[in-house]
């Protein structure tokens, strides 16, 4: 088969992977996810390494030592579970969910020393799901976030072993927020106050970029770094509100009639209000070195700091916050109950604090094109102790990784000397576990702890 019809057909397979959509994610970390089955099994030190596509994420630079063309998807499964324990009691509401998450990416090496590249990936994300009657669901019952990156991707080698990276990244920010208010009024008590449930869901777009640089010091020794710029979103949405009418049939005197229910009240006081938030995706520095002391045994350690303080606070706003947030609420119900609308903003601050990494990985090559890989990986936790809430309690993690990996010549079936593309086949497992963290703060004197598995599989070809 000649060159081209070898290059078009894989383009085109990989370029639809890139853009195929993907499953939602089910976590309740911002960053524990590695992006790249290989990577995973490394504990994510890959910044000094990236010698596989997914160096799009890990380190651009890394693209242009990469041969032809070549695509690559990742695909994990896995498990979380979380608890949180009251101190006074011992009982303990669990929440846990089932994930499935894929990543693509596709790069092309046009010349030497140029290469070029696009991924789309998940790189941050975090998803809390509690029993929905426990007692911190008027601060949370489920709230998610979920980061999607499409990136593009350029590298050069100005000098012999050293390369340089840029990459433009188009951010997709979705969030989802439920949690309990309770309503009552003063002026005609109910025998137990009603219960309405909140629910946001809002979702913006932004852009950045990103910078990395790799050098081939010596043939054993590998040194590289990665920026990645902070992404400021502004978020639209919705805020629509929800009570089981069955259970609110109890009735009050009104202004207009002689008694309306407890339903018909909230119907008249809620009205769903389109809302707007912004947060800040973290800037992000990764430094790593990759040592080869043996001929088959090589190491990889990184370093990463990510400014979570940037995010800011978990707050939706009403567009018709500082106006009438309801005018079917009128000024007559407003002075015969003594209320008026003010939900106009909701949120709490996360207490989020700038985080930092180890993370470290050691590959031993079995002949030419086996390999078996582990890793480790400390994620400290993102939270301040003193400011730690049920919608994301972040207690820090170790993590630890084990895979195997075959990156070599795939034979034809016509034919079996004949190599007709390099396979690169990576599988790996891992496993989190947290130690107990507690949350001080009243009414929610919690105690935390979490444990997690994920397995994958990545999956590539070069041309």
């Not at 499409?150 to 390369?163: N, Q, W």
């Not at 080869?292 to 700091?305: I, K, T």
Request: hydrophobic fraction near 45%.
């Amino acid at each position: 088969m000649s060159s081209a019809r070898r290059i078009i057909p894989a383009f085109a397979l990989g370029l639809s992977l890139t853009l195929s959509p993907l499953p939602s994610l089910r976590a309740q970390d911002f960053a524990f996810h590695e992006v790249g089955a290989r990577a995973a099994s490394l504990g994510g030190a890959f910044t000094a390494r990236a010698d596989d596509i997914s160096a799009i994420f890990y380190n651009p630079a890394g693209l242009a030592f990469l041969d032809g063309v070549g695509f690559k998807t990742n695909l994990t499964f896995g498990n979380r579970t979380i608890g949180a324990t009251r101190s006074d009691t011992g009982l303990t509401f669990p929440t846990g969910q089932t994930e499935f998450r894929g990543s693509h990416f596709l790069a092309w090496r046009p010349a030497k020393g140029i290469g070029l590249g696009v991924g789309f990936y998940s790189p941050f994300n975090f998803d809390t799901r509690w029993p929905r009657t426990w007692s911190g669901e008027q601060v949370s019952v489920a709230a998610r976030l979920n980061a999607e990156t499409f990136r593009t991707a350029v590298a050069v080698e100005p000098l012999k072993g050293l390369s340089l990276g840029a990459a433009l990244d188009l951010v997709s920010l979705h969030t989802s927020w439920e949690h309990k208010i309770l309503f009552d009024l003063e002026s005609y008590p109910l025998t137990v106050p009603a219960e309405v449930t909140s629910l946001h869901a809002s979702r913006g777009h932004g852009v950045g970029w990103s910078a990395g640089l790799m050098w081939k010091a010596l043939p054993w020794l590998q040194l590289g770094a990665r920026y990645q710029q902070s992404v400021t979103i502004d978020l639209l949405g919705a805020n629509d509100f929800v009570f089981d009418p069955e259970t609110l049939l109890d009735t009050l005197p009104a202004p207009d009639r002689p008694f309306r229910t407890v339903s018909d009240l909230l119907d008249l006081f809620y009205a769903e209000q389109t809302v707007k938030s912004r947060m800040t995706l973290p800037r992000e520095i990764a430094c790593g070195v990759a040592l080869a002391p043996l001929r088959n045994l090589s190491l990889s350690l990184d370093l990463q700091w990510d400014r979570w303080s940037q995010l800011g606070p978990w707050q939706f706003t009403s567009v018709n916050e500082g106006g009438d947030l309801n005018p079917e609420f009128t000024p007559e119900f407003r002075e015969f109950y003594g209320i008026e609308p003010n939900y106009g903003v909701q949120g709490l601050g996360l207490g989020l604090v700038d985080t930092r990494s180890f993370k470290a990985g050691l590959e031993y090559k079995m002949g030419r094109w086996f390999a078996f890989r582990a890793g480790f990986a400390r994620h400290g936790s993102s939270v301040d102790a003193a400011a730690r809430t049920p919608l994301y309690p972040d207690p820090g993690f170790s993590v630890y990784s084990f895979g195997a990996g075959y990156e070599g010549p795939l034979f034809a079936i016509w034919d079996s000397e004949q190599a007709v593309s390099y396979l690169s086949f990576d599988l790996f497992v891992r496993y989190a576990a947290s130690g107990t963290v507690t949350s001080p703060l009243p009414e929610f004197d919690l105690i935390y702890h979490a444990d997690r598995w994920v397995a994958g599989i990545g999956l590539g070809l070069a041309f």
